[in-house]
């Protein structure tokens, strides 16, 4: 029996005086299991994982070098992508034995870092057994994962407290296969529609062979198969013209379409994900300040095809764009987050398993002011902006702004403006320059100079009624407000003004109404 195996494997200690092993994070063997794990979210791969590589290689670290948990997990999903149900029956088992038996001694010894990987595994695990169908010949052995995980749940409980992962909805989905494997087979070819057909690439000479499309599984293949055909595509409209928005329409449109919930996460809303390395993430950074946006959005673009949740690359992105003027490519971008954000909700507050947040307080504004304006607008002309006029003169000077901003200061960036406001014609268009120079102090994190700025230009729109012949005016710094307040911790009198102005905003923009009603718009 598979299991038998692998209880002994998580049984027989490394060495006679050291059972657990030294630790193994930093040596060679680790990392290339790290490196072929990292294929399967890579559009930049030829091809994914060699599952069967990793299990042996796995197998083999955990018999000689070390009892790792975070190696565990991943033997028994490759168990589970080599060997199917038995092989996930086998890796439970020995997980199992691990946790119960040896916990204590286990490498990693951070309790957070064992959590990271037990999720980790929870999260596939999840994905693949909600696209289960399971055959009569299933049935015992559905029976047996669903002891494993109920007896691992109550172990890492125990162990790990509020960090463990949440086994109990797998179970229940592995009860609701052993059901369905129970019942007798319908009369299929009655009801089973045709096959459809997936022509798929196959050998290095660009051959083509149709495999069929019967189930849930095949539908995911398909669709990763989408994804590997269209990373020339993109790369080659990227070579012609780096602004070119179709590129940015398809990678994301196929990066998101096979998200469809939420990833786990805890009651603080950390997830197992792992973000990008820090000094990754600095050195992206330093070179858009330095100014080089054409070669870091291809860069960037490599990145964010392999972590589909680094929201923080977005906005990256989107600064790239905006300093090579790509309007039409910028709004792309942003509809297309947007409509990340309405079919998951919440997905911005969400964090890395080091507590890092998918989406920083700068981007958190972004978000705010850019994507969520774009949803509002629909699909206007190319480069509008929700808070602020399409083409006028003082949108143009804050994109110069945010440019003095990176390169200088805040104080460099907002004399710029000033400039602009002196020279402005009526009290409409000093709102307006205002305006910019609020949303500036917003993208500078300066949240109370920046509602000090909206709180006065709302009161003036108020007093002078402007508000009344200017409501869009008046919602784009109404909106602007609200965000503010959204940053800023706020006294009951604060709060106060923010629940005036909320209601205020619902009397001249009826999408605040429905969003509060119904949620954001599908």
């Given at each position: 029996?598979?299991?038998?195996?692998?209880?002994?494997?998580?049984?027989?200690?490394?060495?006679?005086?050291?059972?657990?092993?030294?630790?193994?994070?930093?040596?060679?063997?680790?990392?290339?299991?790290?490196?072929?794990?990292?294929?399967?979210?890579?559009?930049?791969?030829?091809?994914g994982p060699d599952w069967q590589k990793i299990t042996a290689q796995a197998e083999q670290v955990l018999q000689s070098q070390s009892k790792d948990l975070r190696v565990a997990c991943w033997l028994v999903w490759g168990l589970f992508r080599c060997e199917q149900l038995p092989g996930l029956h086998a890796g439970l088992a020995m997980l199992r034995q691990l946790c119960d038996t040896h916990w204590d001694i286990l490498h990693p010894l951070k309790d957070r870092t064992r959590s990271a990987a037990l999720n980790w595994l929870t999260s596939r695990l999840e994905q693949s057994l909600n696209e289960l169908q399971p055959s009569p010949a299933d049935t015992e052995v559905l029976s047996l994962l669903t002891q494993?995980?109920?007896?691992?749940?109550?172990?890492?409980?125990?162990?790990?407290?509020?960090?463990?992962?949440?086994?109990?909805?797998?179970?229940?989905?592995?009860?609701?296969?052993?059901?369905?494997?129970?019942?007798?087979?319908?009369?299929?070819?009655?009801?089973?529609?045709?096959?459809?057909?997936?022509?798929?690439?196959?050998?290095?000479?660009?051959?083509?062979?149709?495999?069929?499309?019967?189930?849930?599984?095949?539908?995911?293949?398909?669709?990763?198969?989408?994804?590997?055909?269209?990373?020339?595509?993109?790369?080659?409209?990227?070579?012609?013209?780096?602004?070119?928005?179709?590129?940015?329409?398809?990678?994301?449109?196929?990066?998101?379409?096979?998200?469809?919930?939420?990833?786990?996460?805890?009651?603080?809303?950390?997830?197992?994900?792992?973000?990008?390395?820090?000094?990754?993430?600095?050195?992206?950074?330093?070179?858009?300040?330095?100014?080089?946006?054409?070669?870091?959005?291809?860069?960037?673009?490599?990145?964010?095809?392999?972590?589909?949740?680094?929201?923080?690359?977005q906005y990256l992105a989107w600064q790239c764009l905006e300093m090579l003027k790509a309007d039409a490519a910028m709004q792309e971008l942003e509809q297309q987050l947007s409509r990340l954000l309405q079919r998951l909700p919440g997905l911005e507050a969400l964090q890395f398993f080091d507590g890092s947040p998918f989406a920083s307080q700068e981007t958190l504004v972004w978000i705010r002011s850019r994507v969520n304006g774009s949803r509002a607008n629909g699909s206007g002309s190319p480069g509008h902006d929700a808070l602020g006029g399409a083409g006028q003169a003082w949108d143009e000077a804050f994109k110069e702004a945010s440019e003095l901003l990176r390169k200088d200061s805040l104080r460099v960036a907002m004399a710029h403006l000033?400039?602009?406001?002196?020279?402005?014609?009526?009290?409409?268009?000093?709102?307006?320059?205002?305006?910019?120079?609020?949303?500036?102090?917003?993208?500078?994190?300066?949240?109370?100079?920046a509602r000090n700025l909206l709180e006065g230009l709302d009161n003036r729109l108020q007093q002078g009624g402007l508000a009344e012949w200017e409501p869009a005016l008046a919602v784009r710094v109404m909106r602007l407000l609200l965000s503010c307040?959204?940053?800023?911790?706020?006294?009951?009198?604060?709060?106060?003004?923010?629940?005036?102005?909320?209601?205020?905003?619902?009397?001249?923009?009826?999408?605040?109404?429905l969003e509060q009603a119904l949620g954001p718009k599908q």
């Open positions: 029996m598979l299991a038998l195996k692998y209880i002994s494997l998580a049984s027989t200690p490394i060495g006679e005086d050291n059972f657990a092993g030294d630790d193994v994070r930093y040596s060679s063997e680790f990392e290339a299991l790290e490196a072929e794990l990292a294929k399967s979210n890579s559009l930049h791969q030829n091809g494993d995980l109920k007896a691992l749940d109550v172990i890492l409980q125990g162990r790990l407290g509020e960090q463990a992962p949440l086994l109990l909805p797998l179970c229940k989905r592995l009860q609701q296969a052993e059901k369905t494997g129970q019942q007798p087979a319908q009369q299929s070819a009655e009801v089973t529609p045709p096959p459809l057909s997936l022509v798929s690439s196959s050998g290095s000479n660009g051959s083509q062979s149709v495999e069929a499309i019967v189930s849930t599984r095949d539908a995911h293949k398909a669709l990763r198969a989408m994804q590997e055909q269209s990373r020339p595509l993109c790369q080659w409209w990227h070579s012609q013209s780096i602004l070119d928005a179709r590129a940015i329409n398809l990678s994301r449109t196929l990066l998101w379409l096979p998200i469809e919930a939420l990833p786990e996460h805890d009651a603080e809303g950390k997830t197992g994900l792992r973000g990008l390395p820090a000094d990754r993430l600095t050195a992206f950074r330093e070179r858009l300040n330095q100014g080089q946006p054409n070669a870091l959005l291809m860069d960037l673009e490599t990145s964010l095809a392999r972590a589909p949740f680094w929201l923080d690359g000033n400039a602009g406001m002196r020279a402005a014609r009526g009290g409409r268009e000093q709102v307006q320059w205002q305006t910019a120079m609020a949303r500036l102090c917003l993208r500078a994190g300066k949240y109370e100079l307040y959204e940053q800023l911790p706020l006294d009951a009198q604060a709060r106060l003004r923010r629940d005036a102005l909320n209601q205020r905003l619902c009397h001249l923009d009826f999408d605040v109404v």
